[in-house]
């Protein structure tokens, strides 16, 4: 065995190598400048001594590789700096590519970025059948490119129309779906995984690139263009180009330059020195790691491993609350008056189960771990109780009186109010220092950011259990000051009522709307109103803007009982759950926009001044992953610390 620093070089006695990697001093594989110069030393000795095959396997719990060292790139602020490193992967990789003896990646966990060109690279793929087992290049969500092949291989093997797909939005893709799509040459159990590896990588085969189907063989040659044209027309629903200058260079430089980043002449606006220079990467390479701040929340915890949830209030919100902790892996039981009120949120569930888990026998086994509860029996075994019924500050006294009477002494008290003070709700317990907010948003699916909520007796324990909690299933825990609307809803309800002012002025909704979309938001401020509800934002507004007289036009729908989607009808009218919107008028949408953040930002900035936030950072991160504000900007404090307003 040959042993480096990062990598070891196991070799058979039938001459099959496995080469290992194992990042030093890290918990999970990243390809910095030391990996991959002992990678090229391994394929070195490889050459020297070829063996029958050679299989790259990790040694780590956590998964195959992380991808590229985020923080090498963030150092490489130069033009200059960014093509060495990309040149570095690029060549080291098309090295890997054209060795003569066969090459296999077995691929167990996540597989991110340069692990996925790593793979790729590779004549086999084996995926490991694992919930864990992900592959991806989500290289534009850091407003960058995969520049060590990625653009060049991956629609080879899956064909331009998948691979731009994935490179384009940054998804995951799954064992299984690896497999479907031609990116995983089998999928297989974690049991057979290593000698399924050695019978692939001596079987022969010919690579996937060589499988290729005619459609696919016209599409990545003479109907370039046309695909090419199709996905700038997707990405232009999504991105602005001014905004999100990677996707479109991704399809430039699959299109014209063959995959190769380093081949765009340097002043074209799709080339590698353009990104690099521009303030969209900078942003989205501190938005990676605000994320990564969050997540840090979780951790340092230790002895909480929660399996039980126990949920009261079968509403949309506690519905959607319980079946996300039972997609990932808890056993939940959802309390509410009757039978009757639970079903819907079953039903819903059994549905969103069957569109996640694309698997009839693992969607009953996931309905299997949801189980009505009327009587609240559950209360007795779980590790963590989420309250989430109506806003009633007398209601939910009562009912965490009779929790706390039969909770566990160590289970996690948890309340899901969006509007009534921690404090207020503790009021009547015997041991108030045991009750933390857990605030989730609407879709639960959807929302990355739960704000964990510490009012101010909450013990720092139950905090700290909270955000391991809230980390555990995959969520995004915020720290936040007990106070009115936290800080997501106290920044969105200014800013959704000065849009609705903007309709009592006559501004059309539509163009209301047009304004936040150009601007980056991912949906309008009034079509935002509408699905939340009307009658919500009226009360949003008594509460948290303080307003003795509310936008006229939002009072005469709610008092016509015009609520929004859920009534068919608000600012617009809703066929099959879409906003039917007519033509936008013109104007100057840059000035309605500007007008309409002031007091958003105006608010974040009196947040994070009073504390209810620990740091302008943590008010980006929180407004960004719980509003969808920007990312292109940075976020709020960032926009403004940067001249943007």
Known sequence: MSNFKHWGLEREADGLAWAILDTADSSTNTLGADVMAELGLILDECERNPPTGLIFKSAKEAGFIAGANIEEFTSAETPEKARALIKRGWDTYNRLAAISYPTLALVRGHCMGGGTELALACRYRIAVDEPGTKFALPEVMLGIVPGWGGMLRLPQVVGPAAALDMMLTGKNIDAKRAKKMGLADACVPPRVMENA????????????????????????????????????????????????????????????????????????????????????????????????????????????????????????????????????????????????????????????????????????????????????????????????????????????????????????????????????????????????????????????????????????????????????????????????????????????????????????????????????????????????????????????????????????????????KKSGKGFYNWVEGKAQKSGVGAGDTAALAERMLKPLLDATQRLVAAGIVADAELADAGVIFGTGFAPYTGGPMNYMNSGGR
């Open 197 to 564: 590896s050695r019978m692939m990588v001596l079987s022969g085969k010919p690579p996937r690139q060589a499988q290729s189907s005619f459609m696919q063989r016209l599409m990545n040659g003479p109907l370039k263009a046309l695909v090419a044209s199709g996905a700038r027309k997707q990405v232009a629903k999504r991105a602005r180009q001014e905004h999100y200058p990677a996707p479109y260079a991704i399809i430039d430089q699959w299109q014209n330059y063959g995959g190769e980043t380093l081949a765009v002449p340097a002043d074209k606006p799709t080339s590698l020195d353009a990104l690099v220079m521009h303030p969209t990467t900078r942003n989205l390479i501190r938005v990676f790691f605000l994320q990564d701040r969050l997540k840090g929340f979780g951790k340092g915890v230790e002895n909480f491993a929660p399996r039980h949830v126990h949920v009261v209030g079968a509403g949309v919100m506690g519905g959607d609350i319980a079946a996300w902790c039972v997609l990932r892996g808890m056993t939940v039981t959802l309390q509410d008056q009757s039978i009757e009120r639970i079903a819907p949120a079953v039903g819903r569930a059994a549905k969103f189960f069957e569109r996640k888990l694309r698997d009839k026998k693992l969607a009953r086994f996931a309905l299997d771990r949801l189980i009505a509860d009327p009587q609240g029996d559950g209360v007795r075994q779980a590790d963590v109780i989420i309250e989430a019924i109506f806003e009633n500050l007398e209601a939910k006294q009562a009912l965490f009186a009779d929790i706390e009477a039969r909770a566990k002494p160590d289970a996690l008290l948890a309340s899901n109010t969006s509007s009534l003070k921690l404090a207020d709700i503790a009021a009547k317990f015997k041991d108030p220092s045991r009750l933390v907010g857990i605030h989730f948003f609407n879709p639960v699916a959807m929302m990355s950011l739960v704000e964990v909520v510490a009012g101010e007796i909450t013990a720092p324990q139950a905090a700290q259990k909270a955000a391991a909690f809230v980390r555990g299933i995959d969520k995004l825990p915020l720290p936040v000051r007990d106070a009115p609307g936290f800080l997501v809803n106290a920044v969105l309800a200014p800013y959704m009522h000065e849009a609705m002012r903007c309709i009592d002025e006559g501004i059309a909704p539509e163009t209301i709307d047009a304004a936040m979309l150009a601007f980056g938001m991912p949906m309008g401020p009034i079509e935002l109103a509408d699905t939340v509800g009307l009658d919500v934002a009226v009360a949003a507004g008594r509460q948290l803007v303080g307003e003795a007289d509310p936008p006229k036009k939002l009072v005469e729908l709610v008092s016509a009982g015009h609520l929004g």
